[in-house]
């Protein structure tokens, strides 16, 4: 089932906060009876530390949001933080719900400069609440075990730079190398993505070149400049590999979906493709226009649109 970036964050939001609960609210009850001792504090969170999974400090501050304790990390006591007023740190922004305990969005930290976020507990006495039992997480030492995000499969949309859509009719497409010799250049970058191991290709008319990432070799991309690609024996320095059978875009789509991407370059003289780019991987086709907005559009909608339609849009 597909789940967004926000369905993943609260994924692991909740099985984090399941995780500290319990050792965070064990520890506050250890603090009440050592209210406003510094050193009774100190030792206190310095011996619960190791009891709360994957923290990097430990403090405890009054309802003000001023630290009455110095904070406690795996290397002991950091001095100068006591006395230190948090109330318009992000974390204590947020309301804390009834049941006590917080666990804030992430922020940038003020120490390290680093994505964090911080556990709050409530510390109360008989009577009434007496403060805040913190504990502050970065983000790189938190485990991660939810699936890797997937991106949406719909039509994405997304406005470009103000500035350059607000002079857009006083351009006009300039032509480029790469419009000159558009004829004999597409089928190079088709050899290159059907027989030769590319799988994400992206096409920049405007500026002349193309960006490519080989499956032998994922992690880098290429460039290749005008002159590589209207060399079709550049064919020769990527070595011939079978279409992956997983890959979502059939072999036999790559050239209609190159042949739109000409069409849209020349279809309008002031609101034209500047790059087209697809991934076989995941099925995405990418539009960058001349009115700095963008479109992401699954493979099969995009090669469904017929002139008529692109008209409308230009």
Known sequence: MYQTWKDSIYRQREQ???????????????????W????????????GLATVPHCGWLYVLGTDGVQICDNIGHAGI??????????????????????????SDAYISLLNHRPSLTALQVIRSERETLGYLGADFDLRDLPVDSELYEEPGNWRQIKGDPAIRGQLFLQKRVESLMDQHVSEILPVIEELMVESGVFHGKIHFSSSRATIWHIDDPFRYRILGIEALMDPDICLTYPHRPYPEDAKV????????LETFQYLRFADETIYLRAGSVNIF???????????????????QFLAKDSAFWGNML
């Open 250 to 257: 059939p072999a036999k789509v790559i050239r209609p979906i």
């Open 16 to 34: 984090l906060a399941y995780k500290l609960r319990e050792p965070l609210a064990r520890l506050g009850e250890q603090c009440f009876p050592a």
């Open 282 to 300: 995941n099925g995405i086709v990418g539009l960058n226009f001349s009115c700095d907005g963008s479109h992401y559009i699954p493979y099969e």
């Open 36 to 47: 406003s001792d510094r050193e009774s504090l100190n030792r206190i969170l310095l011996d």
């Open 78 to 103: 950091l001095p100068g933080h006591y006395g230190r007023d948090r109330s318009q740190r992000p974390y204590m922004q947020e309301q804390v719900p009834p049941w006590g305990f917080l666990l």
